[in-house]
């Protein structure tokens, strides 16, 4: 397997983000999205040829804020697969035709990162079955900077999180091929941008390590009255080629992961 290393200075320790639905859609849609106590759904995990199994479950209903949401949980409290850790111990909610997902998400383990990326999310759309192709799901992007420092130099991270409507399929085969009817996309874009600066004497030069580029894009495929049946994960970065530093790291990376749906229920 293709290990998939990231420079250590994106160790991000927490990322707080917020972001929440400006108002409560009541838009309904013919698609179904069962998020139901003991649903539960199990995927097959495949992390360029490396091969896994995460099995995914409701358990119980909380409620925050006057809404009801669903917990998902995961078998021995572990995944493998970016779609399941996305879930792992956060809460789910309907608005309609949208899907909202709340708490805090860790995006380095499922992706076999030595690195710690979480995101806290609140109503965060994830899914809308209404959505257009490439229509953005939330009223704005998630976006925040961080300041760290990595063999003495001082970085600026920034990062940029949104969702986005996907394509419609009246019927849909996966890669691995299974046959689903009525199947709907979409989209998560990660994007991470990195400078830092270099001292010249009293002069401080800045300098772009990492250019803003998409650091994780995930493609979700969900059908009617199953849920999610197929991800794609794309995870990449490009360290700029005329970086006049050494900061001890690979130039470039990328991994593929997919997952694909084995068994399910749904009550």
Same mark, same amino acid.
């Given at each position: 397997m293709k290990k998939f290393i990231i420079p250590l200075f994106l160790s991000i320790a927490f990322l707080s983000v917020s972001c929440s639905s400006d108002s409560e859609n009541t838009e309904e849609s013919n698609f179904s999205i069962p998020i139901n106590i003991g649903d539960y759904w199990t995927y097959d995990v495949d992390t360029e040829g490396t091969i896994s199994r995460d099995s995914l479950f409701i358990q119980s209903e909380v409620q925050v804020n006057n809404f009801t949401y669903k917990k998902f949980e995961t078998r021995n409290n572990t995944a493998t697969g970016f779609y399941s850790s996305v879930l792992r111990n956060n809460k789910v909610r309907k608005n309609g035709s949208k899907l909202l997902l709340s708490g805090d998400v860790a995006l380095s383990a499922?992706?076999?990162?030595?690195?710690?990326?979480?995101?806290?999310?609140?109503? $965060?759309?994830? $899914?809308?079955?209404?959505?257009?192709?490439?229509?953005?799901?939330?009223?704005?992007?998630?976006?925040?900077?961080?300041?760290?420092?990595?063999?003495?130099?001082?970085?600026?991270?920034?990062?940029?999180?949104?969702?986005?409507? @996907?394509?419609? $399929?009246? &019927?849909?085969?996966? !890669?691995?091929?299974?046959?689903?009817?009525?199947?709907?996309?979409?989209?998560?874009?990660?994007?991470? @941008?990195?400078? *830092?600066?270099?001292?010249?004497?009293?002069?401080?030069?800045?300098?772009?390590?990492?250019?803003p580029q998409d650091f994780?894009?995930? *493609?979700?495929?969900?059908?009617?009255?199953? @849920?999610?049946?197929?991800?794609?994960?794309?995870? &990449?970065?490009?360290?700029? !080629?005329?970086?006049?530093?050494?900061?001890?790291?690979?130039?470039?990376?990328?991994?593929?992961?997919?997952?694909?749906?084995?068994?399910?229920?749904?009550?």
């Open positions: 499922q992706q076999n990162l030595p690195v710690n990326i979480n995101l806290s999310l609140t109503d $965060f759309v994830v $899914f809308n079955s209404n959505a257009q192709n490439n229509q953005a799901l939330n009223s704005s992007a998630v976006t925040g900077t961080i300041n760290q420092t990595y063999n003495n130099y001082p970085l600026t991270i920034t990062y940029s999180l949104q969702s986005y409507g @996907g394509e419609t $399929f009246t &019927s849909y085969t996966s !890669p691995d091929g299974s046959n689903y009817s009525n199947v709907k996309s979409t989209k998560i874009k990660l994007n991470v @941008g990195v400078t *830092t600066v270099q001292n010249a004497g009293v002069i401080s030069i800045p300098i772009t390590v990492l250019a994780i894009i995930s *493609t979700l495929y969900l059908a009617d009255g199953i @849920g999610v049946v197929h991800v794609n994960t794309d995870t &990449s970065y490009t360290i700029n !080629p005329l970086l006049p530093i050494n900061l001890g790291i690979p130039s470039s990376a990328t991994q593929n992961q997919k997952e694909y749906l084995d068994t399910y229920v749904i009550n």
